[in-house]
């Protein structure tokens, strides 16, 4: 019997992030645009229908014929039709982790926005996590019913102008803005009102479309947003496919819950098929398991995902985030479809160290003209536990000129979470402030990153963690209190009473006056110690001593011991500089000299 799936034309799935601010009508031009719904679309949520807003990714579809660049891609044959996924984001400010998830499975993002009230917080949110995972971008400008007839066409006009100003500066730089209603009326308007401008827009997102790079290689990791069981059958997963392929009889995991399962049939849109590779939106049915405890989660080869307790990033700050990154602040740290709170400590190169600067980005989609928006590449010195870096109180930001853009230096974070997280390597981690108030009119945006190393240890901190080797650097200054011969003098004020002085013997330290010595230990009972100066003291140095000396026991009364404090009023004490490393990390503290 021939199969049946050859008879079937072949479709290419190309996915539509509908992002942009609470009740500016995402829904609607997703429900206006939609022939075909699976089974997440449309707010089946009971809450998002009571409240009327989206509290989860919904899906939908509809097809349409292949455009003509489509055709003559040289790597579109094959392909008979385009199938839209619409990914139907939630604008509401709290859901930004389900938005951040969505995000990573788009190849175009429509931006939705209210053509009455512009630009708002969460656009501007949409807009950055559309500038961090997407290509491409078009800006719907929705509610057009809501203009007067008369001055419809000079206030859109005056949208768009603002609109183009404030995405100069992104990698959407002159992107198609287009004006429609999708729901004339409102959400209370009769059903029988038609949506203006739809037939236009999906003109215009058949124009955008390109050839996504789709790899069915690689271990397989799908993102999973539904699931449910079917009696007598077994429990259906929906997502969209990140990342390599499956098929019928494939054994696959479900780390969240560290089983395996194998896959009894797949779906794409209601039509059995016999697998499905990256950027098919599809679901699978594997043996029963109780479908409560994923609700949403990856699914994976098996083996392939790992269970991180900290990681290391690279880290770049958002422009738009107004706080400052401060070492061991806690964030909210959205890394593969999870958002968990994580303490950060930055770190650089050492200063003075330049980095290796790199032409390519092998780490950004490339298929579009904009994809390498200087601000999201990735860092051009690769991570290595083989060097020292340079611990940072906070992130430290370029000189940027005023107004220009100045690149801040290559830096580093180690995320430690508070609960472990799964996901890939090398998957973009974004950090917010998501306990912002969300009627604040600020960014919770604040960093984003890839993630370049994982610690899967519990214990960690005490075997990774020893072999990153960042450093802060002391100085400590204190006063030469006397000569005691050419080669030897007493100093004083450089440690405390309590200080155990047998840690420092063996440091290097230098005398304002120019001379090298060396800690050979502690002197009396009071923090005192002596130095070896193995050159020994130049002749200034001696007469300076000894003058200072001088002046010390003039000033005790008949007597009366001299008094320590009096050589601190002393004109020009002789400095002892000491300054020496610490390793972050080392759990002996050692002070170390270069």
């Known amino acids: 019997m021939a199969d049946s799936s050859n008879n079937h034309p072949k479709t290419l799935n190309f996915n539509v992030g509908v992002l942009g601010h609470v009740d500016s009508g995402k829904t609607s031009l997703a429900r206006a645009l939609s022939s075909t719904a699976s089974t997440a679309a449309f707010d089946k949520n009971p809450q998002s229908r009571e409240r009327g807003i989206t509290l989860d990714l919904g899906f939908s579809s509809f097809n349409t014929d292949l455009p003509e660049q489509l055709r003559e891609d040289p790597g579109g044959h094959g392909y008979d039709n385009l199938q839209f996924t619409l990914v139907d984001c939630p604008g509401h400010a709290s859901l930004i982790r389900t938005i951040i998830g969505g995000a990573q499975i788009i190849d175009l993002m429509m931006l939705v926005v209210d053509v009455v009230k512009g630009i708002q917080t969460q656009t501007a949110e949409c807009l950055l996590i559309g500038e961090l995972t997407c290509p491409r971008m078009v800006v719907i400008l929705n509610k057009t019913d809501l203009l007067p007839p008369n001055k419809r066409q000079t206030a859109i006009d005056k949208m768009t102008k603002r609109l183009h100003k404030t995405l100069e500066n992104t990698r959407f730089k002159d992107c198609p803005v287009i004006a429609l209603s999708a729901k004339p009326g409102g959400p209370e308007a009769p059903e029988t009102e038609e949506p203006h401008g739809v037939p236009e827009l999906i003109e ?115 422009g738009y985030f107004k706080g400052s990154l401060a070492t061991r602040a806690k964030f909210h740290i959205t890394v593969g479809h999870e958002t968990v709170m994580a303490r950060v400590t930055f770190f650089g190169l050492p200063p003075g160290e330049t980095h290796q600067t790199s032409t390519t980005d092998p780490q950004l989609p490339t298929s579009d003209p904009h994809a390498s928006e200087p601000s999201l590449r990735p860092l051009d010195t690769p991570f290595s536990f083989d060097r020292e870096y340079f611990h940072q109180d906070e992130y430290v930001i370029g000189q940027r000129e005023a107004g220009g853009a100045g690149q801040d230096p290559e830096q580093w974070a180690l995320l430690e979470f508070e609960h472990p997280v799964t996901c890939p390597t090398l998957c973009l981690v974004i950090g917010s402030k998501l306990d912002t108030d969300i009627h604040a009119n600020v960014c919770r945006l604040a960093f984003q990153g890839r993630l370049l190393e994982g610690f899967e240890e519990k214990s960690y901190s005490e075997t990774t963690l020893l072999r990153l080797r960042i450093y802060k650097t002391k100085h400590k200054e204190g006063q030469v209190e006397r000569v005691t011969d050419d080669y030897t003098v007493i100093g004083r004020n450089l440690f405390k009473k309590e200080t155990n002085l047998q840690l420092f013997v063996g440091l290097k ?86």
């Open 204 to 318: 215009l997102l058949k124009s955008q479309t390109y050839l996504p790079h789709r790899d069915p290689g690689g271990a397989l990791l799908m993102a999973v947003d539904h699931c449910f069981s079917i009696r007598g059958q077994g429990t259906v997963m929906t997502g969209t496919i990140l990342q390599g392929a499956l098929a019928v009889n494939d054994t696959v995991e479900i780390p969240a819950l560290k089983v395996t399962k194998k896959v009894k049939s797949v779906q794409m849109f209601r039509r059995p098929v016999a697998g499905a590779m990256q950027g098919d939106r599809v679901g699978v049915c594997v043996t029963q398991f109780d479908p409560k405890l994923l609700e949403r989660g990856v699914l994976c080869t098996p083996g392939s995902l790992h269970t991180l307790h900290a990681a290391i990033i690279s880290v770049r700050k958002i």
């Open 509 to 594: 330290v230098t005398l304002s006056t120019g001379e090298e010595g060396v800690i050979e230990g502690g002197f009396g009972q009071s923090g005192k110690f002596k130095i070896r100066v193995p050159e020994g003291l130049s002749l200034e140095t001696k007469q300076l001593l000894s003058s200072s000396a001088k002046k010390r026991v003039k000033g005790g009364a008949k007597g009366e011991p001299a008094k320590e404090d009096d050589a601190k009023t002393d004109s020009q004490p002789i400095c002892i500089n000491l300054q020496f490393k610490r390793y972050v990390f080392d759990p002996h503290k050692k002070m170390v000299q270069s």
